[in-house]
């Protein structure tokens, strides 16, 4: 069984010298919903994991280098999730092998990130628009509160005005999580968007605040937020999404969101 301390992650590797799929590390979720207190059965949401490839290359059927760009989206029900370090070194090993044409390229890595994950995964060339949208309005981070050191997120901090029912989005670029097997930090912005009794504020920013110092994965994070803010405040809608910043040339966006609503607008953060 796979787990994160026998990938890669930590560890001086050699550069790939030509095309190999093997390179990918495929981690079960099963485990960390469990913690999450997920079963066997139906999840208790929808979602993806988009991805966005800033360093994409190949080689032509002439030997000449092309560059792109490239977007993920690894369907949330998967059995596994990518691990980053090995998806940026198999994406890497595309620069010295020649292929036909870009069709060819987005082909390839669709069907390996496919058999890594264990179900359909979709690749598109480009990246999203840059979000600059965002106002003050929803903005956590202007909050006037004190904050002490805590050692993991604590749902507790999570309350709800039970007498008024809001439909609003929150956003914070304050979330900061650490790698579960490096210990190196990982920053993103959270978008949160719900409709049920109105959260209270500064205790949803105390609680984002929470994960600095808390080990996780991008992904696992986003799942501890949305279940976290479901089981607290008990809303009738609810969407969060993460956008990481880039490591290696990639970044990652996890969302999750109640059964049957529609994803956010694909958008990047200007960090991003």
Request: net charge negative; with cysteine; glycine share 8%.
């Amino acid at each position: 069984m796979n787990t994160p301390h026998d990938s890669s992650l930590g560890r001086e590797v050699v550069y790939p010298a030509g095309y190999d799929p093997a390179l990918l590390f495929p981690i079960p979720r099963a485990s960390a919903r469990a913690a999450l207190g997920i079963g066997p059965g139906p999840l208790p949401f929808t979602g993806h994991d988009r991805w966005h490839a800033y360093e994409l290359g190949w080689l032509d059927s002439r030997g000449k280098p092309q560059v792109a760009t490239a977007t993920l989206h690894v369907p949330a029900d998967s059995p596994h999730l990518v691990e980053s370090k090995s998806l940026k070194l198999y994406l890497n090993s595309l620069n010295a092998t020649r292929f036909d044409d870009a069709v060819q390229v987005r082909a390839c890595i669709a069907a390996d990130l496919s058999a890594c994950a264990g179900a359909p995964v979709e690749v598109a060339f480009g990246l999203p628009p840059l979000d600059l949208g965002l106002d003050s309005a929803g903005s956590l981070d202007t909050i006037d509160a004190g904050f002490e050191p805590c050692a993991a997120p604590d749902p507790d901090q999570l309350h709800c005005d039970p007498d008024l029912i809001v439909d609003e989005s929150l956003h914070s670029a304050l979330l900061k999580s650490n790698c579960p097997v490096t210990g190196q930090p990982d920053w993103a912005s959270v978008h949160l968007r719900y409709c049920g009794p109105r959260i209270e504020r500064a205790g949803l920013l105390r609680y984002l605040v929470g994960f600095r110092d808390h080990a996780e994965f991008h992904e696992q994070c986003v799942e501890r937020i949305f279940l976290d803010v479901l089981r607290q405040c008990a809303p009738q809608a609810l969407s969060v999404e993460a956008r990481y910043t880039r490591r290696g040339g990639l970044d990652i966006n996890p969302w999750r969101a109640i059964p049957g609503s529609s994803p956010p607008p694909p958008l990047r953060d200007p960090r991003q």
